[in-house]
């Protein structure tokens, strides 16, 4: 009894101040309530943490530019990202390019652990059932038409949509993912650099059996070179020139991957293996 008694004092003032507040920033069609599980399972494993599940771009209006999402949270969520103690950020698919947009203009940050949730982080080029809920009539032969011009980059899908046949479209028509790689430079390039690298790590989750993300090695800062060969992270370019801090970042030990088998895209945040064995040991 008394032992009980001494674990739930000593829990009491260790458990809740122990962990810093985790932001968790939702995908592409969804919101808050599609990760209440994952929530659930932080507060269950490390009882006490304050877990904040972004209630903004929700569903439909997910589909507006990344840029604009990425502005409105770093307002709405000023006070949390510039908390002294630090702070911990989950973003899932879609989401992670919202976070990397976050980290990248918000100077004041002190975001400890951004965790990236099978995201496509070097963009996407595949036809998944998510593609054919935004645009029905299109392959992905074609949707370059589509999104590489003002009116298409209204839309969050084609701001990271990479076309590797078009390539140079891309560079000069997509004004989200060429810049936030840092693949087309600009005035702006070493205060983002700089802001990103505020993180102490860098979390890269994903795996092959994802279905969605393509290809899934994009979660992992991969992406398909003109023969639609897989290049991995430490062969991109932009990871070579160290245009936005990865290189930096991993030449510290901050990137840490976690691929994990046997996981669709829609449950990895549902999945408990997922979390117990890529998530809670960051979030401390
Ligand atoms: C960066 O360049 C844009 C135009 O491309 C300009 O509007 C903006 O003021 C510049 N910002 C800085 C900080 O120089
Ligand atoms: C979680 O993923 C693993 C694959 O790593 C799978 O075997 C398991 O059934 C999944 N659990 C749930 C609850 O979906």
């Known amino acids: 009894m008394r032992a009980g008694l001494l674990v739930l ?10 962990f810093r507040p985790v932001v968790v920033v939702h995908g592409l069609l969804d919101g808050p309530k599609q990760l209440e599980k994952l929530s659930g399972f932080i507060k269950k494993e490390h009882p006490g943490t304050q877990v904040t599940l972004v209630h903004a771009f929700d569903d439909l209006a997910s589909l507006q530019p990344l840029w604009k999402q990425a502005e409105h949270l770093s307002r709405l969520l000023q006070p949390l990202l510039q908390r002294p103690g630090g702070v911990n950020l989950i973003c899932f698919s879609q989401g992670g390019l919202v976070c990397r947009a976050l980290l990248s203009i918000s100077p004041q940050h002190n975001v400890h652990t951004f965790i990236s949730l099978s995201s496509p982080l ?3 080029y595949g036809d998944t059932d998510y593609m054919k809920k935004v645009f029905p009539k299109y392959l992905k032969e074609t949707l370059f038409h589509l999104c590489y011009n003002r009116l298409g980059q209204k839309v969050s899908v084609c701001n990271y949509w990479n076309d590797p046949h078009h390539r140079r479209s891309f560079l000069q028509n997509n004004h989200f993912l060429p810049l936030l790689n840092g693949d087309e430079p600009h005035n702006q390039s070493a205060v983002w650099r700089e802001n990103f690298l505020r993180i102490r790590k860098l979390v890269l989750i994903g ?13 992992l800062f991969g992406f398909y070179d003109s023969s639609e060969h897989v290049v991995e992270m430490k062969n991109q370019e932009f990871y070579r020139t160290d245009a936005f801090g990865l290189r930096t970042l991993d030449a510290r030990g901050d ?3 976690c691929v994990h088998a046997g996981v669709k895209h829609i449950v990895w945040h549902s999945n408990f293996s997922v979390f117990s064995s890529c998530m809670e040991k960051w979030l401390t």
């Open 9 to 18: 004092l000593m829990c009491a003032v260790v458990c809740s101040g122990g």
């Open 207 to 219: 795996g092959p059996d994802d279905d969605v993300i393509t290809p899934w090695q994009s979660s």
């Open 255 to 257: 990137v840490s991957p």
């Open 122 to 124: 070097a963009g996407q």
